[in-house]
């Protein structure tokens, strides 16, 4: 599709990421070539520090979302990144994981403007997190109301990319198990989506599901946000069943399948004492289990930065980037 220069004005057919810059305010604008990126954005477009936005998804309940999302981020931030943890379930499940209660909540950055950097809530070391109440179910309606064309792109208003982007390596969000307004934010705010999936036939159907959304998201948004992984959770080897759907994801997503997360009971006691199971049973099977899912996000992160131009700093090599293949 033809995009008009916000430079030039002349029309051209985008092809790689540096083409395509989104403002602080949600407007994309669009670029023919590096000197007009350069003449509208400034050199230090290319240069900024930007952060990884990674939503935890799954519409099907029960598959360890909360669980993925609290010990990715914990993981992150033990080895000294920075990282924000957004909570975007009214349950509130990522504050009663950590022992927190904010003040205020996603409600007031979403509804009331709030400073998201005001309303983080340093919880560890190098991680903060932005809670979540039953005041985001009134979110969600607040949200119905808004602008068709503008209502699931609030979020990505709110959390101002460039400050969160000075201030995070690393940006998790741990999405509710339903397809509303709230999960739309998160997909259009996120750059990739990691899918936990529980070993079972049900699980299964659930990832279509999922697959299905971010494809509409795309279409109906605008808004490229890629798969980058499957996750299997609540694997027990011993069940023929759990082998079986562990092999049908790995036959599916190849690469893009990480070893499961197998079976422990620690990363279900973990929450009720308010700890990450790297705190709670650091030597356990789930604490390994989840450092090797850590370990895999800072390899893909190395991965990227390695194949970035040293000049462009945002222009990564044309498999990656042209917008053709998304």
């Avoid at 259009?188 to 659930?206: K, N, R």
């Avoid at 709670?280 to 850590?294: I, K």
């Amino acid at each position: 599709m033809e995009k008009t220069c916000s430079a030039c004005g002349q029309a051209f057919r985008p092809a790689f990421v540096f083409q395509i810059a989104v403002t602080s305010d949600g407007q994309k604008n669009h670029f023919c070539s590096l000197e007009c990126r350069k003449s509208g954005l400034g050199d230090e477009s290319f240069r900024a520090k930007r952060a990884r936005r990674v939503a935890i998804l799954n519409q099907k309940g029960g598959t360890g979302k909360t669980t993925t999302a609290v010990n990715l981020a914990a993981g992150l931030a033990e080895r000294e990144h920075e990282v924000l943890l957004i909570d975007t379930d009214a349950q509130g499940n990522v504050g009663v994981s950590l022992g927190v209660n904010g003040e205020k909540s996603l409600y007031h950055v979403l509804v009331e403007n709030a400073d998201p950097i005001d309303e983080s809530v340093p919880v560890r070391k190098h991680l903060d997190v932005i809670t979540s109440d039953s005041t985001l179910a009134a979110a969600e309606i607040w949200l119905a109301r808004q602008n068709t064309d503008q209502r699931s792109r609030i979020l990505l208003k709110r959390l101002n990319l460039l400050q969160i982007s000075r201030r995070y390596d690393y940006v998790i969000i741990d999405c509710g198990p339903s397809l509303n307004l709230l999960n739309q934010n998160a997909l259009s705010y996120a750059d990739e989506v990691i899918i936990p999936v529980t070993c079972d036939y049900l699980a299964l159907v659930g990832v279509k599901q999922v697959l299905r959304t971010i494809k509409d998201v795309e279409r109906h948004l605008g808004h490229a946000v890629r798969v980058s992984a499957v996750l299997p959770t609540f694997y027990d080897g011993r069940t023929r069943l759990a082998r079986e759907v562990l092999e049908t994801l790995q036959g599916h997503f190849k690469t893009k399948c990480l070893e499961p997360i197998r079976h422990n009971t620690r990363l279900a006691e973990a929450p009720s004492h308010r700890k990450t199971i790297f705190e709670y049973a650091p030597t356990s099977h789930g604490a390994a289990d989840y450092n090797r899912v850590v370990d895999w996000v800072l390899a893909t992160s190395a991965q990227t930065e390695t194949t970035l131009h040293p000049d462009l700093g945002a222009r990564a090599t044309e498999s990656q980037t042209d917008l053709r293949t998304l």
